[in-house]
């Protein structure tokens, strides 16, 4: 089975991971957010898309999920002392990721291409795939004013109310060849446990993307971001807070609602699955290492072939512990 699946963030990096453990090498490609790229020290940063590579490495930061593990700053300090900006923590490991990345943009190179070549660097088998590689930024409009990503999520960590999101470059951008082709041989398709509005939605801002996830063939299937009445991390309730909606695996669905096949929800909520109009696969959607990334990964997939066999009754409820063949 070939499985596409759309990424971005910790939770996104997390299944991901699980995901690649539970399929055959080759059998798993990444769409991944890049509307939190950024210019930084005049580099290229693509978070995302590095917190994604970086775990499927296993040369991520066990604590964090980002960055690398057994990374030192030593440049990040000697910047400070310089009076440069030291508010984004680059690591000196990450830091040849970002100058590799930005000589090779400088010289033409696609963002596809060298989003290959770092993961191959890396030894990854999964195939990854920044959304476009035309430049979509993301823009949080807050109670002080329109923020950059970056500078709401890292320098002003999420400090500042939102009101709303919207992606700049979007309309314009266009999705690569390799994108589409994958969209096309996908037999499922995943929206892991990512940031709806900060990681997922800038991947459908773009129009094409969008409606050749309408067209696509394959079911897709979103894991749960929201369990219990909290994102597990970052600043998705916050988000949802702010923007007067639900804190709940509810509002998720709904976001997605035109695109969504299935849903993979958390036991801790499952006396909400009658309420999805979707079949749904009750679960633990928390995971805290390989193993249980992995049992997720399985899970997923399990339930997706359901799906790609023949979907269960509207609205069905599956709950139980399944296991990939």
């Not at 990040?76 to 009076?83: F, K, N, T, V």
Request: contains cysteine.
């Amino acid at each position: 089975m070939n499985v596409l699946a759309l990424a971005g963030g910790v939770g996104g990096a997390k299944l991901a991971t699980g995901l690649q453990a539970a399929l055959p090498p080759g059998a798993l490609t990444l769409l991944v957010n890049t509307g939190d790229d950024f210019e930084h020290w005049g580099l290229t940063i693509c978070p995302d898309l590095d917190t994604v590579i970086y775990n499927l490495a296993g040369v991520n930061n066990p604590e964090t999920g980002w960055g690398r593990a057994e990374e030192t700053f030593t440049t990040l300090r000697a910047m400070s002392l310089l009076g440069g900006e030291d508010w984004f923590g680059l690591g000196d490991q990450d830091l040849a990721i970002h100058l590799r990345r930005t000589e090779w943009l400088r010289q033409g190179i696609s963002l596809t291409e060298i989003t290959d070549r770092l993961r191959r660097s890396l030894g990854i088998s999964t195939a990854v795939l920044p959304m476009s590689d035309t430049p979509v930024r993301t823009l949080v409009h807050t109670d002080e004013g329109d923020l950059p990503f970056q500078h709401y999520f890292v320098r002003r960590r999420c400090e500042p109310l939102v009101i709303d999101v919207s992606f700049v470059g979007a309309d314009e951008a266009q999705m690569s060849e390799a994108a589409q082709e994958a969209i096309a041989a996908a037999d499922l398709i995943v929206f892991c446990p990512s940031n709806p509005y900060l990681s997922i939605d800038p991947i459908l801002s773009i129009p094409e993307m969008r409606a050749s996830l309408i067209r696509a063939t394959a079911p897709i299937v979103a894991v749960t971001p929201i369990v219990g009445g909290s994102a597990l991390k970052g600043p998705a309730a916050k988000m949802m807070r702010e923007m007067g909606q639900m804190i709940s695996p509810l509002t998720v669905v709904d976001r997605y609602a035109d695109l969504l096949d299935g849903f993979v929800l958390d036991r801790q909520d499952a006396i909400l699955r009658d309420s999805i109009d979707v079949p749904v696969l009750v679960t633990n959607t928390v995971m805290t290492d390989l193993d249980s990334k992995t049992i997720l990964g399985r899970e997923t997939l399990a339930f997706g072939a359901l799906l790609v066999a023949g979907a269960p009754a509207q609205g069905a409820a599956l709950d139980k512990n399944v296991s990939s063949s």
